[in-house]
């Protein structure tokens, strides 16, 4: 918000007073920019970071561990949400369905346990458990991961694929239409999306949408 | 004997009809109970989208939300403050519950109740919000809350947390 007030009272400035000045404009043109960094996260085709997080059995998860996979499902997700609730048992059928076929699902809490306690640490280990999780889960720890990929709301997914030692992001968003009833799906977006990856297509759509829960910062 | 006989079915119609009455007065507290609470309609996408199209001199303020939302929550009562301060001028709050149908009984009335909610809400369950978001608007991440403040003349889209000092802001300068 600072910046864009900051963005707001440069324009009037350059209205008011410079409107000649050319370095002013440019200087308006990188504040913009920079904007447009800070609001962050990936769009399809870019390359996504690497973490090195800590999984709910106390050891530290990285995609380079997975030397063989072909890519990552990568979800952000968490115990509080009911729509991440909701989603958990088809996490783990996807995860089952597509760990063996080189694209293994790794979830990721990108809660601040402060805001949300139910999603703390200790509590993902018991939610991990009670609902036998076949995946990774792991805790984003002071919360520096998921701006990077600009994880807006749980659960959202962001499929990578690798190439050589880049993981490029192909698709964004939904893990399919129906949070409450699996079904009654008609569109198995995420599937569908890493379907068209293992024929060696781009997914189509490569972003969708769904209601979430915020994820929360201090 | 009979005198017996006759105390003894004097008794029972006391009985019936203080029973009567004790059922006739549980009803109508139960049907006045009822009464302040509001019907909340379940509407998919396609009869909810009118909300979003209204066009007349009022300012509308629609905030979606959801009882399981912890920033919903907190905001919620400055939305209900500036729906108090407004009243009777043209301005309309529509509170859009996110809510899963099935959390409405246990979940949202019984919200509504414990607030005293008398601003209109609906709950929208429309599943494949790929389909809708961007009708509701296209900068919209499908996080909640949100908030959409229009009137014929103008329309914008939050999705941010308000305080009441923002949202009357907001609102004042539209009416």
Same mark, same amino acid.
């Given at each position: 918000?600072?910046?864009?007030?900051?963005?707001?009272?440069?324009? @009037?400035?350059?209205?008011?007073?410079?409107?000649?000045?050319?370095?002013?404009?440019?200087?308006?043109?990188?504040?913009?920019?920079?904007?447009?960094?800070?609001?962050?996260?990936?769009?399809?085709?870019?390359?996504?970071?690497?973490?090195?997080? @800590?999984?709910?059995?106390?050891?530290?998860?990285?995609?380079?561990?997975?030397?063989?996979?072909?890519?990552? #499902?990568?979800?952000?997700?968490?115990?509080?949400?009911?729509?991440?609730?909701?989603?958990?048992?088809? #996490?783990?059928?996807?995860?089952? @369905?597509?760990?063996?076929?080189?694209?293994?699902?790794?979830?990721?809490?990108?809660?601040?346990?402060?805001?949300?306690?139910?999603?703390?640490?200790?509590?993902?280990?018991?939610?991990?458990?009670?609902?036998?999780?076949?995946?990774?889960?792991?805790?984003?720890?002071?919360?520096?991961?998921?701006?990077?990929?600009?994880?807006?709301?749980?659960?959202?997914?962001?499929?990578?694929?690798?190439?050589?030692?880049?993981?490029?992001?192909?698709?964004?968003?939904?893990?399919?239409?129906?949070?409450?009833?699996?079904?009654?799906?008609? @569109?198995?977006?995420?599937?569908?999306? #890493?379907?068209?990856?293992?024929?060696?297509?781009?997914?189509?759509?490569?972003?969708?949408?769904?209601?979430?829960?915020?994820?929360?910062?201090? | 004997?009979?005198?017996?006989?006759?105390?003894?079915?004097?008794?029972?119609?006391?009985?019936?009809?203080?029973?009567?009455?004790? *059922?006739?007065?549980?009803?109508?507290?139960?049907?006045?109970?009822?009464?302040?609470?509001?019907?909340?309609?379940?509407?998919?996408?396609?009869?909810?989208? /009118?909300?979003?199209?209204?066009?007349?001199?009022?300012?509308?303020?629609?905030?979606?939300?959801?009882?399981?939302?912890? /920033?919903?929550?907190?905001?919620?009562?400055?939305?209900?403050?500036?729906?108090?301060?407004?009243?009777?001028?043209?301005?309309?709050?529509?509170?859009?519950?996110?809510?899963?149908?099935?959390?409405?009984?246990?979940?949202?009335? /019984?919200?509504?109740?414990?607030?005293?909610?008398?601003?209109?809400?609906?709950?929208?369950?429309?599943?494949?919000?790929?389909?809708?978001?961007?009708?509701?608007?296209?900068?919209?991440?499908?996080?909640?809350?949100?908030?959409?403040?229009?009137?014929?003349?103008?329309?914008? *889209?939050?999705?941010?947390?308000?305080? *009441?000092?923002?949202?009357?802001?907001?609102?004042?300068?539209?009416?």
């Amino acid at each position: 918000m600072n910046g864009y007030s900051l963005l707001k009272n440069s324009k @009037k400035l350059f209205n008011q007073k410079f409107r000649k000045m050319k370095n002013l404009s440019l200087l308006i043109f990188s504040l913009f920019i920079g904007l447009s960094l800070m609001a962050g996260g990936y769009e399809v085709g870019d390359k996504a970071t690497d973490f090195k997080l @800590k999984d709910v059995d106390g050891t530290y998860v990285s995609l380079s561990d997975y030397e063989d996979a072909n890519g990552f #499902i990568v979800i952000f997700t968490c115990n509080h949400c009911p729509y991440s609730v909701a989603y958990e048992d088809r #996490i783990i059928e996807i995860d089952k @369905k597509y760990k063996n076929k080189g694209y293994p699902v790794i979830a990721i809490n990108p809660n601040d346990p402060d805001l949300y306690p139910s999603d703390s640490y200790e509590n993902m280990k018991v939610r991990a458990k009670e609902k036998g999780f076949t995946f990774p889960y792991l805790f984003d720890d002071g919360q520096e991961i998921y701006p990077q990929y600009g994880a807006k709301r749980t659960p959202h997914v962001f499929l990578l694929d690798k190439s050589g030692s880049d993981y490029i992001v192909k698709y964004i968003g939904a893990i399919d239409d129906n949070y409450a009833d699996a079904d009654a799906v008609e @569109k198995p977006y995420l599937e569908d999306a #890493i379907d068209a990856l293992m024929a060696g297509n781009d997914p189509d759509p490569d972003f969708t949408k769904a209601i979430g829960c915020t994820i929360k910062t201090k | 004997m009979k005198k017996k006989t006759y105390s003894f079915s004097i008794g029972l119609k006391a009985l019936l009809i203080t029973g009567m009455l004790l *059922f006739t007065f549980a009803f109508i507290s139960c049907e006045n109970q009822r009464e302040t609470v509001q019907q909340i309609p379940v509407l998919n996408f396609e009869e909810f989208e /009118p909300y979003l199209k209204k066009n007349n001199d009022t300012t509308y303020v629609i905030n979606f939300w959801a009882t399981w939302c912890k /920033p919903c929550i907190e905001e919620m009562p400055a939305f209900l403050k500036l729906d108090s301060l407004y009243s009777g001028q043209k301005f309309k709050l529509v509170l859009v519950s996110l809510d899963f149908p099935d959390k409405l009984e246990s979940q949202v009335i /019984p919200y509504i109740r414990e607030n005293d909610i008398e601003s209109e809400v609906v709950l929208l369950h429309a599943t494949d919000a790929n389909s809708w978001i961007n009708k509701v608007d296209s900068n919209w991440s499908g996080a909640i809350p949100v908030t959409l403040v229009y009137n014929k003349n103008s329309r914008e *889209f939050y999705e941010r947390i308000f305080t *009441f000092e923002e949202l009357q802001e907001i609102v004042q300068s539209k009416i």
